[in-house]
């Protein structure tokens, strides 16, 4: 007969905090019997179950696929469902992604991060869309791979939390906006670049970025939305080489 898994108590210091309701934030301490294969969604589970029904958090697949658990812990932004409490040391502490507003406790409002995707139009734009009887948009492997690692992003919203920019200049459209735009600029089937170059390309787009690399350091799928706003970067600036000639000779 197996032996049952050591149980370790764990210190939890969370996030609380209602607007309207409270005057300022707290951090309220919670003492959690954690097994060891346990990850910090499993521990705020527990909370929510079986101390304090209070609490309030965001949380779907546990399989760091849906993107919807994204907190920060111990001041870096995680997928709670992809972090093991045994990893951490002492007491482990969990709050709101940074850079959001907060709807209650550790639930954020995603409407702004919503509006941003949405601003580049991350939809497959044809000039003239073909009959169905000519069949699909055929794609080779090559034009793919070309896009394929920006397409990997689950929405999770960690690459702003973690964006030194967005700290500043909220208005910025964020990196996960950029690579889901750049993704479709590189696909062979879309049309649609010219209608994103406004939004890419404004003072809110590729040009706030200066570049801190955290956004690519947090994504837990390895999207590497720095790089799609360097590369979109180089063809916005190519794109004005050959723009600015025409218009200097009309």
């Known amino acids: 007969m197996s032996e049952a898994p050591s ?13 309207g309701q409270d005057q300022e934030p707290i951090w309220q ?14 521990a705020l589970n ?9 609490l309030s958090h965001r949380w779907s697949c546990r399989m760091g696929v849906c993107g919807s658990c994204g907190m920060m812990v111990n001041g870096l932004p995680k ?19 940074a850079n959001f507003p907060v709807v209650r406790d550790l639930v954020i409002d995603l409407e702004s991060f919503m ?28 034009e793919l791979d070309n896009y394929k690692q920006f397409s990997m992003c689950i929405n999770c919203a960690l690459c702003y939390a973690a964006c030194p920019v967005l700290a500043h ?5 964020g990196p996960a906006a950029i690579a889901l735009g750049f993704r479709y600029n590189q696909d062979s089937r879309d049309e649609g670049e010219a209608e994103r170059f406004d939004v890419m390309n404004s003072h809110e787009g590729v040009w706030s970025c200066s570049y801190a690399n955290e956004c690519s350091e947090v994504c837990p799928k390895q999207v590497d939305p720095a790089a799609a706003i360097n590369r979109s970067k180089l063809v916005t600036a190519l794109q004005w080489t050959r723009i600015l ?3 200097g000779a009309a």
């Open 29 to 42: 301490t919670y003492d959690v019997p954690c097994p060891p294969d346990w990850v910090v969604l499993d």
């Open 245 to 247: 000639p025409r218009r």
């Open 7 to 19: 149980m370790r108590k764990v210190t939890f210091e969370v996030f609380r905090f209602r607007p």
């Open 169 to 173: 200049e909220p208005e910025f459209i």
């Open 115 to 142: 509006r941003k995707l949405k601003s580049v139009k991350p939809w497959i734009i044809r000039k003239i869309e073909k009959d169905v009887e000519d069949g699909e948009y055929l794609q080779s492997p090559d």
């Open 46 to 54: 527990f909370i929510k179950d079986e101390i304090d029904p209070t």
């Open 79 to 97: 997928l709670t469902c992809n972090v093991f409490v045994r990893d951490y040391a002492g007491t482990i502490r969990v709050g709101p992604l």
